[in-house]
């Protein structure tokens, strides 16, 4: 633990888990709330490893469900802009 | 006194209405290299979207083709050029909603946010938050084990099992990488709905992998006595 972690209050697993998706999401505006959390998960195992876990899980969502307009679509759209 | 109107005025008056219908045609020029361009920069995510809002891809291009009519009949309302993906999901999310959503083969269950299935979550959250530290060693082991498993396939048999707006928020915020404040702007709904989505919509995902990956023997039983 640096210098710096002591002054940081810690918050328990169920309060960090309550904001792990938002964390992952950079949806964390609060620096306060945010310091809590990291500082949380460098000594808590669990959380840490859950907050790869679901950052390794939505990596392969954002990959999985990414789709190529099909060739028929693309000249369709094409088309129809040329009329407007 | 009114004074005479002369052939200068005449000429002035003439040359004036040329160079407006110039601007207005320059300016027309102008939109629509721009609605060009940014159509071919989102194509495949609006064909995204439509195709997870569909389930459908004959539906999904209509719906994608239907929006950008829409959205050009629509482009003086656009009032911030770099908002144009946001502002093109929100179009073709109303489309789906008023034209489309009823061919739905499934029923929609936009109630769900109201009514959720509390036994459902409690048992993801059952299982990711009170698991051992060895069991979450095993769940968190992605390089050998659990998520290098889930196909492609499986994740999106999870995708399209979500309730409609858990689906939705999840592909806009998770997939697409729109902000929560933006995914609220395209689905007209508070951000906090949007955070409380996210959550629920990913514990739902991860119910549905879990389930998958135990009908498919990537879970064993006596794994889960650990």
Same mark, same amino acid.
């Given at each position: 633990?640096?210098?710096?972690?002591?002054?940081?209050?810690?918050?328990?697993?169920?309060?960090?888990?309550?904001?792990?998706?938002?964390?992952?999401?950079?949806?964390?505006?609060?620096?306060?709330?945010?310091?809590?959390?990291?500082?949380?998960?460098?000594?808590?195992?669990?959380?840490?490893?859950?907050?790869?876990?679901?950052?390794?899980?939505?990596?392969?969502?954002?990959?999985?469900?990414?789709?190529?307009?099909?060739?028929?679509?693309?000249?369709?759209?094409?088309?129809?802009?040329?009329?407007? | 006194?009114?004074?005479? @109107?002369? $052939? *200068? +005025?005449? =000429?002035?008056?003439?040359?004036?209405?040329?160079?407006?219908?110039?601007?207005?045609?320059?300016? &027309?020029?102008?939109?629509?290299?721009?609605?060009?361009?940014?159509?071919?920069?989102?194509?495949?995510?609006?064909?995204?979207?439509?195709?997870?809002?569909?389930?459908?891809?004959?539906?999904?291009?209509?719906?994608?083709?239907?929006?950008?009519?829409?959205?050009?009949?629509?482009?003086?309302?656009?009032?911030?050029?770099?908002?144009?993906?946001?502002?093109?999901?929100?179009?073709?999310?109303? @489309?789906? $909603? *008023? +034209?489309? =959503?009823?061919?739905?083969?499934?029923?929609?269950?936009?109630?769900?946010?109201?009514?959720?299935? &509390?036994?459902?979550?409690?048992?993801?959250?059952?299982?990711?938050?009170?698991?051992?530290?060895?069991?979450?060693?095993?769940?968190?082991?992605?390089?050998?084990?659990?998520?290098?498993?889930?196909?492609?396939?499986?994740?999106?048999?999870?995708?399209?099992?979500?309730?409609?707006?858990?689906?939705?928020?999840?592909?806009?915020?998770?997939?697409?990488?729109?902000?929560?404040?933006?995914?609220?702007?395209?689905?007209?709904?508070?951000?906090?709905?949007?955070?409380?989505?996210?959550?629920?919509?990913?514990?739902?995902?991860?119910?549905?992998?879990?389930?998958?990956?135990?009908?498919?023997?990537?879970?064993?039983?006596?794994?889960?006595?650990?």
């Amino acid at each position: 633990m640096t210098h710096d972690d002591n002054h940081i209050e810690d918050i328990d697993c169920t309060e960090a888990i309550g904001h792990l998706y938002a964390y992952l999401d950079d949806e964390i505006d609060d620096m306060e709330s945010l310091a809590k959390l990291e500082n949380h998960m460098k000594h808590c195992k669990s959380c840490f490893t859950r907050s790869e876990v679901e950052r390794a899980l939505s990596g392969r969502i954002q990959k999985a469900a990414k789709s190529h307009a099909p060739a028929s679509l693309q000249n369709r759209l094409r088309d129809l802009i040329q009329k407007f | 006194m009114a004074r005479e @109107c002369t $052939i *200068s +005025d005449h =000429r002035h008056a003439v040359l004036a209405r040329h160079l407006e219908t110039i601007s207005f045609i320059m300016k &027309k020029d102008n939109t629509k290299e721009f609605f060009s361009r940014s159509i071919e920069e989102t194509m495949d995510s609006i064909y995204g979207l439509a195709l997870r809002l569909t389930r459908n891809p004959a539906d999904a291009e209509d719906l994608v083709a239907e929006s950008v009519a829409r959205a050009w009949s629509a482009i003086e309302s656009l009032d911030d050029k770099q908002r144009f993906r946001p502002w093109l999901f929100r179009i073709l999310h109303n @489309c789906f $909603i *008023s +034209d489309y =959503r009823k061919k739905s083969v499934r029923p929609n269950e936009t109630s769900y946010d109201e009514s959720p299935d &509390k036994n459902g979550e409690d048992e993801i959250v059952a299982l990711m938050i009170n698991q051992s530290d060895d069991f979450m060693h095993w769940w968190a082991n992605p390089e050998k084990e659990f998520i290098n498993q889930l196909l492609g396939e499986n994740i999106l048999k999870a995708i399209e099992n979500l309730p409609e707006a858990f689906r939705t928020t999840v592909m806009l915020v998770n997939v697409e990488g729109l902000s929560y404040d933006e995914a609220a702007e395209v689905l007209c709904v508070p951000p906090g709905t949007i955070h409380s989505r996210m959550k629920r919509g990913r514990t739902l995902l991860q119910k549905e992998l879990w389930d998958q990956a135990k009908e498919e023997g990537l879970i064993l039983d006596n794994q889960l006595q650990r």
